[in-house]
């Protein structure tokens, strides 16, 4: 996951009360992809690579996610400041907000 840029966020994960996922994930290996989405925009693809080995519903923790489809995806909408949705296919996951860019 090295050779990508990533970006630091803050994220929590919905309960699953709240629609969120039925169990843990991981957000230290780089298995863990799914899309963001900032202001209902594009779905832009990412891979937590630094967080948690074991998040579960209703947690939040710093992680920080690889953008792994650049250059051919624009990731400028993940600017520091920049809340977004975490998106399992169509279902959000998580809500959080872009610390900064390293």
Not at 1 to 30: H, I, N
């Amino acid at each position: 996951m090295s050779t990508y840029r990533e970006v630091r966020v803050f994220v929590r994960f919905l309960a699953t009360a709240e629609g969120g996922r039925e169990g843990p994930v991981s957000l230290e290996s780089g298995q863990y992809r799914p899309h963001l989405q900032v202001n209902e925009g594009q779905y832009l693809g990412v891979a937590f690579t630094k967080g948690p080995a074991r998040i579960e519903p209703g947690a939040e923790a710093n992680a920080s996610v690889a953008l792994v489809y650049e250059p051919g995806v624009n990731y400028s909408a993940l600017k520091e400041g920049a809340s977004f949705k975490v998106m399992e296919g169509g279902t959000p996951v998580a809500v959080g907000e872009v610390l900064s860019s390293l």
